[in-house]
């Protein structure tokens, strides 16, 4: 069904192209300042009227694909593309869009990370199984699912490896076609290079370094080679390139704009924010400047200014799909929850089929409290999409919101498939434990705490706290020593810490208290140390002054000693029974063998 529509989505633009006459006509220079303005609806109207009136220049449909991968429409730039390469198979500009369109679509990251993590598991059930002198059923079972895993999760990553050789062949078609001195095919292949997704710097560099040599004078190569030194992260290099493409053409708003952004990237906001006003001098309906202008005031926490900013870029953008877009999704990261669902519900009448926007939708549903909503949308998405373009996002929301109405298990599931698409979100795995502590399936609980540790990705002191807690309760209590241990070295004045420690040393030394006693002692030291908020230690500090009362007891230590802790008790809590109990009855017990101790025999 999803290729049916796909073909005639390209029918239907096809036919659009060859019969729309009513466009006005528009020069390429025209249709290029137009993209680069981010009027992307302009600029499509301005190439319709182009391919009408010079259907054989392949050029236009360069220009025009190009047009739709700024908004990040990579079906319409594909099918533009390869009717510009059908018109004029000696172009190379259509090709070099072709192999752009394939680098952005790769999944390179997520594929590769998916089949090192399923096929590390496979290796450690594996030698498991190796190791084990009894060999269980479930133990076999249990290697050959992994092994199935594993072997999917590689045909998967060499399927996206092919998009990669799949545009390495449309490049090098271009490139025969192009010649040694083409500089504009040269220029268009190092900007694909460096624009898309997956990025092939020093190739790029290779051969933006080739275009300079035959045209030294233009500005686009210069701009070109300052963004591949933005992206190696060298930021001087990156000014020096765009500061001679200004030397060039001292009123180019695109490069004004991509020292802009260089700025931006380097944190140097306010840098940021005059560089751009100088391209607003130079064109004050340059919207993009307002755009990052939105940007760099977020950034900086000034929120409402960044939404005003955003407001004048949607009017110089005409209000054009992409622009609110884009003014949607700040909306949503303002954390405008209710506005963004707002304009995402708007968008989604002028293109129901966004799933951009849809994802707006759904997660900004969720953050208003609408759970529901929520699930609906992303069944939608779940339903339109190939399964791997599902996000991890989208499995994320919807574990959330599963979470939200109490549906743990079947969110953990969510939680699991969108750790295992990215395993850098390891904060995955603390919601997956927390599900399960709070099921109090706390052997499960225990595994995600020890997955996200064994990742190395954030941990932090409260997972060794998570990870420690689970063991205990599944009366692993060396297990939970070791991680309350570490959770000790980490956070060394942290009261809990040493409290946990302490219940679990208990269980270690039930007799002689001993291995308990010295964690008990430091939780008072450090609880006793935080005096402003001492009223939320105070169960804490009533457990341990009985246990080391009840310590003193058992070791015989004076009276005076037991009596001081169960006073403290008392301090803390009046009414509290044990306390009370002691003083009533122990003591007196104590004191009574005492006299009959003094008591001469009787003979």
Known sequence: MKEVLKNLKSIFLLVFIVSCCSVSAQTLKDGIRLTVNEQYEEATGAFLALVQKEPQNATNYFYFGKNYIQQEDLDSAKIIFQKGTEIDAKNPLNFIGLGEVLLNDAKISESNMKYEKTLKAYNELKAEYDRAVNKTDEMHTAVEMASANS???????????????????????????????????????????????????????????????????????????????????????????????????????????????????????????????????????????????????????????????????????????????????????????????????????????????????????????????????????????????????????????????????????????????????????????????????????????????????????????????????????????????????????????YLWRAKDNYFLDTLKLELAKPFYEKYIEFALEDSVNLSKYKSGLIESYKLLADYAFRHKQPIDEIDRYFKKVLELDPGDHEALNYFEQKRRALEKEKENKKSPPQK
């Open 151 to 497: 072997e999917k999760a590689k045909t998967e990553r060499d399927k996206e490896k092919v998009k990669i050789d799949q545009a390495n062949v449309n490049f090098e078609k271009a490139l025969a076609i192009a010649g040694p001195k083409n500089s504009v095919a040269f220029i268009a292949y190092a900007e694909a290079l460096t624009a898309s997704k997956n990025k092939f710097l020093e190739k790029a560099m290779e051969y933006i370094d080739k275009a300079i040599a035959l045209d030294s004078r233009s500005v686009d190569a210069y701009i070109v080679k300052g963004d591949i030194y933005t992206e190696k992260n060298l930021g001087s290099e990156a000014a020096i390139n765009y500061n001679k493409a200004l030397d060039i053409d001292k009123i180019s708003v695109k490069a004004i704009l991509r020292k802009g952004i260089l700025y931006r990237r380097t944190t140097s906001y306010d840098v940021a924010i005059e560089t751009l006003n100088e391209a607003l001098k130079v064109d004050p309906s340059f919207a993009p400047a307002y755009r990052e202008l939105g940007e760099n005031y977020y950034l900086k926490g000034n929120v409402e200014r960044a939404k005003d900013e955003y407001k004048k870029y949607l009017s110089l953008s005409k209000n054009n799909f992409s622009a609110r877009l884009r003014y949607a999704n700040l909306l949503f990261r303002t954390k405008d929850y209710q506005n963004a669902l707002n304009e995402a519900e708007q968008l989604l009448r002028m293109n129901p089929e966004n799933i951009t926007v849809m994802r707006i939708k759904a997660y900004a549903a969720l953050e208003t409290g609408d759970y529901k909503r929520t699930r609906e949308t992303l069944d939608m998405i779940f339903k339109k999409v190939e399964k791997s373009k599902i996000a991890v996002r989208d499995l994320e929301y919807y574990g959330k919101a599963l979470q939200k109405t109490n549906e743990d298990s079947t969110a953990a599931v969510y939680y699991q498939q969108a750790f295992d698409m990215d395993t850098t979100r390891t904060d995955l795995l603390n919601d997956i434990a927390s599900i399960y502590f709070k099921m109090k399936k706390y052997g499960e609980a225990a595994e995600a705490y020890k997955e996200k540790i064994s990742s190395g990705v954030g941990v932090k002191a409260a997972d060794y706290y998570g990870l420690g807690q689970s063991y205990f309760f599944t009366q692993r209590y060396q297990d939970a020593d070791t991680a309350f241990a570490k959770l000790n070295e980490l956070s060394p004045k942290w009261p809990s810490g």
